[in-house]
């Protein structure tokens, strides 16, 4: 087996074509038809985000396809994996879609007709007072009601799949079950309705993995005599409002003729699923086309520091004697280590090093700019020998943005914060590589010309040469301070986000060293700027037996999962300033 990422434009349908060569024989091939490049949207809810519409609807433009768990085929009613054997407003939202962006859309459908909220929630999920049907939940001692979690579990278990960035939305239509229940005691009133919908978001999101946007429609209307519940379309339209969801249509303006049994019916007739169908796409489309314009703006990170941003850590070299037999290298790190399990997406189950080409690192090292996808080798030392803390970090980044990602990197071993990196601000003397990193980073920002970028955050992993000096560990926060205003300044980013790495290397402080004061300067100054944020890592570092530079601890000993983890805090670090 292998795999590969490819780059190609959005559209379809194409024809992939896969050969094995030996040399220039083709010694097998294969080819994949009808592959699409293009969204992807989840269906969730009861009824009428499934098949029990009055009229079965066909996507006629060619280019929707649903999924039912293991293959795509056309999104002809009714919709695999969601409930009933009638019609959906899926086909013509598709339809429409495909229409306005000229490319394939996606329709993944999990709704599950009759359902209260209370029944997707996660198993053990307590509540107060039951749905109308018991199928899905239990009674417990107190009289109160707990979820099963089955529907739950099978609403992830579709979404997994997909994988991080899989699939543009998830379209949510539910409330008829939790609105103006027969039994008034089975309702659900509109302040738990927004708990329980909010904890169903924020749940799935953390059991998937990322932060998927979710539409939420108001919905709750049952007949002409019941047009639906105020208190129930006000506790999802509290879910958008609060910045968790997305507002969906407001479907209990559908009524009449656009409901079945002759407008009597809580179901869609045929003109009203079309009807739904529009509803949502006046909602989803507007909002995709703000996504798409934002996507083609690169994410631009700069990280700068010392020799540690350069990237000290031993890939696969071996020798028993320079390099410890390869103990703490990368392939050894990615087969023995405490990590070995979380590195794995770093090669190709052929052996390669992954190369990802929506996250390019810019880096100039002995006057030649380096720039390309994601991988190994870009340090100060050329090829493929090292990495530094940007490769994992550049994985936790690309991972979050669906827009492409550009690291800046610009890093030079063996300076201070106090003599050379010296910010105007700080008075004194401007260093010279605060100069050189200025001049750097508006030189990889000129090479984009027309492409837009946004600048993301600055990553400072840096520290060494002002730990060995009491005077430089004395002012070290203050010229940090000055040193972050200065840089917001001239980039004309006055809210960035900043991340400041810990110089953990060799893990906890000895008494009476440099080191613990230098580490609480760090933290004094991070403390002291706005949208900064403090990443400790001395839990990082390795012990140099296991490491292939045993002498030396101010490299991290060239251990390669000191500067994967160390890279996997900041990245992550960044994104929690980032996060609303």
């Given at each position: 087996?292998?795999?590969k990422?490819?780059?190609a434009?959005?559209?379809?349908?194409?024809?992939?074509d896969?050969?094995?060569r030996?040399?220039e024989?083709?010694?097998?091939?294969s080819?994949?038809?009808h592959?699409?490049?293009?969204e992807?949207f989840?269906?969730?809810?009861?009824?009428?985000?499934?098949n029990?519409?009055s009229?079965?609807?066909?996507a006629?433009?060619?280019?929707?396809?649903?999924?039912?768990?293991?293959?795509?085929?056309?999104?002809?009613?009714?919709q695999p994996?969601?409930s009933?054997?009638?019609g959906?407003?899926?086909?013509?939202?598709?339809?429409a879609?495909a229409?306005?962006?000229?490319?394939?859309?996606?329709?993944?459908?999990?709704?599950?007709?009759?359902?209260?909220?209370?029944e997707?929630?996660?198993?053990d999920?307590?509540?107060?007072?039951p749905?109308?049907?018991?199928?899905?939940v239990?009674?417990?001692?107190?009289?109160e009601w707990?979820?099963?979690g089955?529907?739950?579990e099978?609403?992830v278990?579709?979404?997994?799949p997909?994988?991080?960035?899989?699939?543009?939305?998830?379209?949510?239509?539910?409330?008829?079950s939790?609105?103006?229940?027969?039994?008034?005691?089975?309702?659900?009133?509109?302040?738990?309705?927004q708990?329980?919908?909010t904890?169903?978001?924020?749940?799935?999101?953390?059991?998937?993995?990322?932060?998927?946007?979710?539409?939420?429609?108001?919905?709750?209307y049952?007949?002409?005599d019941?047009?639906g519940?105020?208190?129930i379309r006000?506790?999802?339209?509290?879910?958008?409002?609060?910045?968790?969801?997305?507002q969906?249509?407001?479907?209990?303006?559908?009524?009449?003729?656009?409901?079945?049994?002759?407008?009597?019916?809580?179901?869609?007739?045929g003109?009203?699923?079309r009807?739904?169908?529009?509803s949502?796409?006046?909602?989803?489309?507007?909002?995709l086309?703000?996504?798409l314009q934002?996507?083609?703006?690169?994410?631009?990170?700069?990280?700068?520091?010392?020799?540690?941003?350069?990237?000290?850590?031993?890939?696969a070299m071996?020798?028993?004697?320079?390099?410890?037999?390869?103990?703490?290298?990368?392939?050894w790190?990615?087969?023995n280590?405490?990590?070995?399990?979380?590195?794995?997406?770093?090669?190709?189950?052929?052996?390669?090093?992954?190369?990802?080409?929506?996250?390019?690192?810019?880096?100039?090292?002995?006057?030649?700019?380096?720039?390309?996808?994601?991988?190994?080798?870009?340090?100060?030392?050329g090829g493929d020998?090292?990495?530094g803390?940007?490769?994992?970090?550049?994985?936790?980044?690309?991972?979050?943005?669906?827009?492409?990602?550009l690291?800046?990197?610009?890093?030079?071993?063996g300076?201070?914060?106090?003599?050379?990196?010296?910010?105007?601000?700080?008075?004194?003397t401007t260093?010279?590589y605060y100069?050189?990193?200025?001049?750097?980073?508006?030189?990889?920002?000129?090479?984009?010309?027309?492409?837009?970028?946004e600048?993301?955050g600055?990553?400072w992993m840096?520290?060494?040469?002002?730990?060995?000096s009491?005077?430089?560990?004395?002012?070290?926060d203050?010229?940090?301070?000055?040193?972050?205003?200065d840089?917001?300044?001239?980039?004309?980013?006055?809210?960035?986000?900043?991340?400041?790495?810990?110089?953990g290397?060799?893990?906890?402080a000895?008494?009476?060293s440099?080191?613990?004061?230098?580490?609480?300067a760090?933290?004094?100054?991070?403390?002291?700027?706005?949208?900064?944020?403090?990443?400790?890592?001395?839990?990082?570092?390795?012990?140099?037996?296991?490491s292939?530079?045993?002498g030396?601890?101010?490299?991290?000993?060239g251990?390669?999962e000191?500067?994967?983890?160390?890279g996997?805090?900041?990245?992550k670090?960044?994104?929690?300033?980032?996060?609303?």
């Amino acid at each position: 087996t292998f795999s590969k990422e490819i780059a190609a434009p959005s559209g379809g349908w194409f024809r992939l074509d896969v050969r094995a060569r030996s040399g220039e024989e083709v010694i097998a091939q294969s080819a994949i038809e009808h592959v699409g490049i293009g969204e992807i949207f989840v269906i969730a809810g009861q009824s009428n985000s499934a098949n029990h519409g009055s009229e079965r609807q066909n996507a006629t433009s060619g280019l929707v396809t649903t999924f039912d768990g293991e293959t795509w085929k056309i999104a002809n009613d009714p919709q695999p994996g969601a409930s009933g054997g009638g019609g959906s407003f899926l086909p013509p939202f598709g339809d429409a879609l495909a229409a306005r962006l000229n490319v394939p859309i996606g329709i993944v459908a999990t709704g599950v007709g009759a359902t209260s909220v209370r029944e997707w929630l996660p198993k053990d999920t307590v509540f107060p007072n039951p749905p109308t049907i018991l199928s899905n939940v239990t009674e417990l001692a107190s009289s109160e009601w707990q979820s099963n979690g089955g529907i739950f579990e099978k609403f992830v278990a579709r979404l997994k799949p997909l994988g991080t960035n899989g699939f543009r939305a998830v379209l949510w239509h539910q409330g008829e079950s939790d609105a103006n229940q027969r039994d008034p005691s089975r309702t659900l009133p509109g302040d738990l309705y927004q708990k329980f919908l909010t904890q169903l978001i924020r749940d799935s999101r953390s059991e998937v993995g990322w932060e998927f946007p979710w539409f939420v429609a108001q919905a709750s209307y049952h007949t002409p005599d019941d047009p639906g519940s105020g208190d129930i379309r006000a506790a999802q339209a509290a879910v958008w409002e609060a910045g968790i969801g997305l507002q969906g249509p407001n479907t209990d303006l559908l009524t009449g003729a656009l409901r079945d049994s002759g407008g009597q019916g809580v179901h869609f007739s045929g003109d009203g699923l079309r009807a739904h169908a529009k509803s949502w796409v006046d909602k989803v489309a507007p909002w995709l086309d703000a996504q798409l314009q934002k996507e083609s703006v690169i994410k631009v990170v700069i990280l700068a520091g010392q020799s540690n941003m350069e990237g000290q850590g031993v890939v696969a070299m071996d020798h028993p004697e320079y390099y410890n037999g390869g103990k703490g290298n990368l392939v050894w790190s990615m087969q023995n280590s405490e990590s070995k399990d979380r590195m794995q997406h770093l090669r190709s189950k052929d052996g390669a090093w992954v190369v990802r080409n929506d996250v390019e690192i810019s880096f100039k090292a002995k006057g030649e700019i380096r720039k390309g996808g994601l991988t190994i080798g870009y340090t100060g030392y050329g090829g493929d020998t090292h990495i530094g803390p940007e490769l994992q970090l550049g994985h936790v980044l690309g991972d979050h943005f669906a827009q492409p990602v550009l690291l800046i990197k610009t890093a030079w071993g063996g300076k201070s914060l106090q003599v050379d990196f010296r910010p105007p601000s700080a008075g004194g003397t401007t260093g010279a590589y605060y100069r050189q990193m200025l001049e750097e980073v508006h030189e990889a920002l000129g090479k984009l010309g027309d492409q837009p970028c946004e600048l993301t955050g600055f990553v400072w992993m840096q520290g060494w040469n002002d730990m060995v000096s009491k005077e430089a560990t004395a002012e070290y926060d203050a010229n940090l301070v000055h040193l972050v205003n200065d840089i917001r300044a001239e980039f004309k980013v006055p809210a960035l986000p900043v991340v400041i790495g810990e110089l953990g290397n060799g893990g906890k402080a000895e008494p009476g060293s440099g080191m613990e004061p230098f580490r609480q300067a760090q933290q004094r100054g991070a403390q002291q700027l706005s949208h900064a944020i403090f990443v400790p890592t001395e839990s990082f570092a390795r012990p140099a037996e296991l490491s292939p530079n045993r002498g030396h601890g101010h490299h991290w000993f060239g251990n390669a999962e000191s500067y994967f983890l160390i890279g996997d805090a900041l990245g992550k670090g960044l994104l929690e300033l980032l996060r609303p």
